[in-house]
């Protein structure tokens, strides 16, 4: 089948709630021309130099998403053209992210990337984590006392500096030494970001009911944060899960975003 009959054939199937986001990772701007032919507008990428060389070499109204693993050090090859980072990994990279956008006058609209699958390489923070984050810039939440009680409180447009007890090493980006976790603080309040949802990956495997159990754990806290953070209803919007093989699950799950590939240009070209 043509890439026109693979869009034709999904786009027959999403909901119209439903976004595609047509993963181009090694694939040459031919056949991204083709699906962009075909009415396909949006396009997500995974490795910083082949975004960045890809941009200019398509039209000026395609929207494009960065889905991968992202490197600090690779910031300036991403953030002036993704309209959406889905995959904001670690407190390291979202105060980067925050870092470049101040300086560049931009807020950046990112998704927090929770930890689904089972693999111990995928990348991604916790429930536990997430929550906590959105606790420290200050966004108020109806969360019982009891879970919010040695964080600090709403701010408004002050936003203190968190003095909260300190997480893992892994997870601040800092170093271990004899024990004690040596860093600096959290910083202040991530005023150039924007938080617009949940990304997340399922466990790889053919088990059904595995990649279904991923994808209602990832419903759950998106819905917990719409619902427990009223000032975040009308941005935090955005769930993107599943990929070519499982994303009819995904959107059984809410799913707002899905990420397809092969299913559209078939195998990726090396």
Not at 73 to 95: F, G, I, M, R, T
Request: negative net charge; contains cysteine; aromatic residues 8%.
């Amino acid at each position: 089948m043509s890439i026109k009959d693979n869009l034709d054939r999904i786009m027959n199937e999403l909901p119209a709630r439903v976004k595609l986001v047509a993963v181009s990772k090694f694939h040459p701007v031919e056949r991204l021309m083709e699906a962009y032919n075909a009415g396909q507008r949006l396009f997500g990428e995974n490795r910083p130099q082949e975004f960045a060389a890809k941009v200019p070499l398509m039209p000026a109204d395609v929207q494009w998403h960065f889905i991968g693993h992202l490197q600090t050090n690779k910031l300036k090859l991403v953030l002036p053209y993704a309209s959406l980072v889905e995959s904001v990994d670690s407190v390291h990279l979202l105060e980067a992210i925050n870092a470049w956008g101040a300086a560049n006058g931009k807020v950046v609209p990112i998704l927090l990337e929770l930890h689904l699958g089972a693999e111990e390489t995928k990348h991604g923070f916790s429930e536990e984590d997430i929550i906590d984050i959105l606790l420290r810039q200050g966004i108020s939440s109806r969360l019982p006392q009891t879970e919010s009680s040695s964080l600090p409180s709403a701010m408004g447009p002050c936003r203190e500096r968190f003095r909260g007890p300190r997480k893992s090493a892994d997870f601040w980006g800092e170093s271990a030494m004899g024990g004690q976790v040596v860093g600096r603080q959290f910083p202040d309040a991530t005023e150039n970001v924007r938080y617009c949802g949940l990304m997340g990956m399922a466990t790889n495997t053919d088990d059904e009911a595995v990649i279904e159990a991923d994808f209602a754990r990832i419903e759950a806290l998106f819905n917990r944060i719409r619902e427990e953070f009223p000032e975040l209803r009308d941005t935090f919007t955005e769930l993107s899960i599943g990929m070519s093989g499982d994303w009819p699950l995904a959107v059984k799950h809410g799913a707002t975003i899905v990420r397809i590939g092969t299913d559209i240009f078939g195998n990726r070209e090396y």
